[in-house]
């Protein structure tokens, strides 16, 4: 089960989201040129661990979830480590300080590694599974923001208040393709994960390419620290990921 999801949910179809509600949407803080939103404040080492539960076709499958952040030469390094039945994904990102801007990310997932490089409007890299092969090499028409392990983070890093929209965008690697993604926080909401309870902002992420999941973010008011997501995934028998803040 954990090879199928994330070759989904990582590799195949990287941060696809879509409009799963009619909303009134207001003016999107977003520049023409594909800028990246500001953050309004920076990220902190440290190490955060996830209880993460995917149901699919009838089935649950637990998972751990450790996201490890360090500092790295002007940069950050965000390290997610996702465990299941003795099976390990780990997710890597690099990561600019103050803008958190994305310049690296590894993913491995078995024998499938895709390594990744972003400068200035181009990607590339190598997806490697097996003996097989494929180049990555695309042009892309802004900066990629908030992509990968540690995504949410950055997120939650983003001047958030009830009514606050931005743009940005990821990449799909696989397809070698931009993903347009809208962020709206939609109120306040408190709530109880295992550790602890906490006021949060409630964030919703959507696609603006015509995708059908839905994502959601809880983030602590206070820290901006990340308690809680919520992910749908159509493509793998209408499963539902989400995952809460132990520690």
Same mark, same amino acid.
């Not at 800028?35 to 637990?62: C, F, Q």
């Not at 500092?71 to 480590?81: D, I, P, R, S």
């Not at 901006?224 to 809460?244: G, Q, W, Y």
């Given at each position: 089960?954990?090879?199928?999801?994330?070759?989904?949910?990582?590799?195949?179809?990287?941060?696809?989201?879509?409009?799963?509600?009619?909303?009134?949407?207001?003016?999107?803080?977003?520049?023409?040129?594909? =800028? +990246?939103?500001?953050? !309004?404040?920076?990220?902190?080492?440290?190490?955060?661990?996830? $209880?993460?539960? *995917?149901?699919?076709?009838?089935?649950?499958?637990?998972?751990?979830?450790?996201?490890?952040t360090t500092?790295?030469?002007?940069?950050?390094?965000?390290?997610?480590?996702?465990?299941?039945?003795?099976?390990?994904?780990?997710?890597?990102?690099?990561?600019?300080?103050?803008?958190?801007?994305?310049?690296?990310?590894?993913?491995?997932?078995?024998?499938?590694?895709?390594?990744?490089?972003?400068?200035?409007?181009?990607?590339?890299?190598?997806?490697?599974?097996?003996?097989?092969?494929?180049?990555?090499?695309?042009?892309?028409?802004?900066?990629?923001?908030?992509?990968?392990?540690?995504?949410?983070?950055?997120? =939650? +890093?983003?001047?958030? !208040?009830?009514?606050?929209?931005?743009?940005?965008?990821?990449? $799909?690697?696989? *397809?070698?393709?931009?993903?347009?993604?809208?962020?709206?926080?939609?109120?306040?909401?408190?709530?109880?994960?295992p550790a602890?309870?906490?006021?949060?902002?409630?964030?919703?992420?959507?696609?603006?390419?015509?995708?059908?999941?839905?994502?959601?973010?809880?983030?602590?008011?206070?820290?901006?620290?990340?308690?809680?997501?919520?992910?749908?995934?159509?493509?793998?028998?209408?499963?539902?990921?989400?995952?809460?803040?132990?520690?």
């Open positions: 089960m954990k090879p199928c999801l994330s070759r989904t949910t990582r590799l195949l179809a990287p941060r696809a989201f879509v409009l799963a509600i009619a909303l009134a949407a207001p003016v999107s803080i977003f520049a023409q040129d594909g =800028a +990246a939103p500001k953050p !309004a404040v920076d990220l902190k080492p440290g190490t955060a661990h996830y $209880n993460m539960r *995917l149901e699919a076709g009838g089935h649950a499958v637990l998972m751990d979830m450790t996201r490890t500092a790295q030469k002007g940069m950050w390094l965000v390290t997610e480590t996702t465990t299941t039945a003795g099976q390990t994904q780990t997710d890597v990102t690099t990561v600019e300080k103050k803008t958190l801007i994305i310049r690296k990310r590894t993913v491995q997932a078995g024998n499938t590694v895709a390594d990744l490089r972003f400068d200035g409007h181009k990607a590339t890299g190598m997806i490697s599974a097996g003996t097989e092969h494929q180049t990555v090499n695309a042009d892309i028409d802004g900066v990629i923001f908030a992509d990968g392990g540690g995504g949410e983070d950055v997120l =939650a +890093a983003l001047p958030l !208040a009830k009514g606050y929209t931005t743009e940005f965008l990821n990449f $799909n690697f696989a *397809l070698q393709q931009v993903k347009r993604l809208q962020l709206r926080v939609m109120d306040e909401e408190t709530v109880t994960v602890g309870t906490f006021d949060t902002w409630k964030a919703l992420i959507t696609s603006l390419d015509g995708e059908s999941d839905t994502y959601a973010l809880w983030v602590e008011k206070r820290t901006h620290r990340l308690v809680k997501f919520a992910m749908s995934i159509p493509n793998l028998h209408d499963a539902m990921a989400t995952a809460e803040l132990t520690k």
